[in-house]
């Protein structure tokens, strides 16, 4: 693949004359970003492939509400994070979390987060990765769309603005919200071990 | 010594497993997708131009319908007042006087 920026502009050109191969261009070029995107705010159940064509249907079928405020990119993100919320919220929330839930990979994980003091652990990346994920099943739809953007992807509060379309404070408060359930979550689970 | 946040330390964590990497799109997914996009872009106007003819269709057969049951009936009931009018019994009586 070349180094040069796709030619939004010509593609979107060319799918609007009904053009089937700037459609796929357009498709393959936009797909590593929805592909990321999809894959971090993935529900339950829901593959991966059809959710992302569901993003390109949308994109396609809104086409024409594209003004070229936003750069393009940008655009279907917004699209995608939606597509993943509306699907989210469709999802029934996972029962409460308990420690005989988890693998032993990740009960070592956690084991590890509430016990040791300092903050570089020696532990398995992928074992939180997965605990993270079930910990955020335990969220709402909108609170874990704003805690996965900020807290995994470290993103800015102003880039989830423009990704999801809510206001800063709209952010703040549920990031604060999300972040409060969690802690709730890890003293829950802590004190159910204990006893 | 206060303990770090545990969630501030698995997303840490969680941050440093590797990215699940599966570079290649599926099998003819691009194509199929762009074709279901351009077929759903032409739609609209198709279901829309359809719908406008058959509710243009329908609206007539109404139309003729309704005439066709109507206009006798509005003409009797037409006649049978015309004959209504015709008939005043206190008129014929003051006549008569």
Redesign the interface.
């Known amino acids: 693949m070349d180094d040069q920026a796709p030619d939004y502009e010509a593609l979107l050109a060319g ?1 609007r004359r ?1 053009d ?1 191969v700037a ?2 261009s ?3 070029v936009l ?2 970003l929805v592909r990321k995107i999809v ?1 971090s705010h993935l529900p339950r159940r829901v593959a991966e ?1 059809d959710l ?2 569901e993003v ?2 949308k ?3 809104r ?1 024409e509400q594209y003004r070229g405020e936003m750069p393009l990119p940008h655009w279907v993100s917004r699209i995608a994070v939606t597509t993943c919320i509306d699907h989210l919220r469709f999802q029934q929330r996972r029962p409460e979390l308990r420690w005989a839930d988890l693998s032993e990979n990740e009960a070592e ?2 084991d ?3 016990t ?4 570089e ?1 020696a ?4 074992a ?2 997965e ?2 994920g079930r ?1 955020l099943e335990q969220l709402s739809p909108a609170d874990r769309t704003v805690i996965t953007l900020l ?2 992807e ?1 993103k800015s509060v102003a880039e989830i603005r423009e990704l999801t379309g809510w206001g800063t404070s709209m952010i703040k408060v549920r990031a604060f919200r999300a ?1 409060r359930k ?2 709730k979550l ?1 003293e829950q689970l802590e004190r159910k071990e204990r006893q | ?1 206060k ?16 990215a ?1 990497e599966s ?1 290649a ?2 099998l003819g ?10 077929a ?3 739609e609209p106007a198709d279901i829309f131009g359809m719908f406008a003819l058959r509710a243009l269709g329908v609206a007539l057969a109404v139309l003729i319908t309704s005439a066709a049951v109507g206009y006798p009936l509005s003409s009797a009931s037409a006649a049978d007042n015309s004959s209504d009018e015709l008939e005043d019994p206190v008129a014929e009586f003051v006549a008569q006087l």
């Open positions: 799918v009904g089937q459609a796929r357009l498709v393959e797909h590593p894959r492939e992302a064509q390109y249907l994109m396609f079928s086409l994980v956690l590890a987060v509430l040791s003091s300092d903050g652990d532990t398995d990346a992928m939180a990765k605990l993270v910990l807290d995994l470290q972040r969690l802690r890890f | 010594m303990r770090q946040d545990p969630w501030v330390k698995l997303v840490a964590a969680a941050r440093r497993a590797p699940e570079a799109l599926p997914f691009a194509t199929r997708v762009a074709a279901l996009g351009l759903q872009r032409r």
